[in-house]
């Protein structure tokens, strides 16, 4: 361990220039602040700066591959990420037997995303269209769609009338701080959800963006959740999707890189 740690050391020391990516620490203070507080996939925002803004920037800054780029994307996400759960965590603001319900779904599904991303990366062309084609079509998404007034959601969410013949359940949570929260639980069995669920998280492993997402406006308008859980509960499930994808996309590509030099 301590040889290894000289090595680093030794690689960091040889750098022409070590503060040359200096300026992706206020970047990433900026990419992952905005994500945790939406409760959306950091590589929503940082993998585009390592797919378009990393190739301009010249040889100095060497991305091998598409691949890599989401590849790494999807890793800086994941410790950016458990930083910040381990605060909503400390708050109380996470329901983690919803979080685990949807992560049943969420891991194999980006782990299925993760394994075909090789092929889609092979074509960095075809890779940035249709990562660009995905996010054009959630921001046009996101602007046009019926937006519910205040009015409709409050009686959409209005928990405290469920009868006993409801096929909806509801849920408590209290927080560190004393704060009671009740929202609905996700109905079993429900298809679209789930659907929509592993859309995303196969996109995920695929390009390495969509689970965030799909699962906020789910806890949101589905569970009633009210958003400071909503988005606790959204980054656990990011966290661990992420991760899976992660692994497998870096242990694919080791062994390409092995393959290679062999």
Do not use: H
């Amino acid at each position: 361990l301590l040889t290894s740690n000289n090595n680093v050391i030794d690689i960091i020391r040889s750098e022409e220039d070590p503060f040359q990516y200096a300026f992706m620490f206020p970047a990433m203070i900026a990419v992952a602040t905005c994500c945790q507080l939406a409760g959306i996939g950091g590589a929503a925002l940082l993998s585009p700066v390592l797919l378009l803004i990393f190739p301009l920037l010249g040889p100095s800054y060497p991305l091998q591959s598409a691949a890599s780029a989401i590849a790494s994307a999807l890793l800086t996400e994941c410790f950016g990420f458990a930083s910040g759960l381990s605060g909503y965590a400390r708050r109380g603001l996470v329901d983690w037997e919803i979080a685990f319900q949807f992560a049943a779904v969420s891991i194999p599904s980006a782990l299925v995303g993760a394994i075909a991303a090789p092929s889609l990366a092979s074509n960095p062309t075809l890779l940035r269209g249709v990562y660009a084609s995905l996010m054009i079509g959630l921001a046009l998404y996101l602007t046009f769609s019926e937006k519910p007034d205040e009015k409709m959601l409050m009686e959409e969410c209005d928990v405290g009338d469920l009868d006993d013949n409801s096929a909806l359940v509801s849920r408590q949570l209290s927080t560190a701080d004393g704060t009671a929260y009740e929202y609905l639980a996700p109905q079993k069995g429900n298809w679209k959800s789930t659907a929509i669920t592993a859309g995303g998280s196969g996109l995920t492993g695929l390009l390495g963006v969509g689970v965030g997402e799909v699962m906020l406006p789910q806890l949101v308008r589905q569970c009633c959740m009210p958003i400071p859980v909503a988005a606790g509960t959204s980054v656990a499930i990011v966290v661990v999707t992420a991760l899976t994808a992660a692994i497998v996309q870096f242990l694919t590509l080791a062994s390409m890189v092995s393959s290679t030099d062999a």
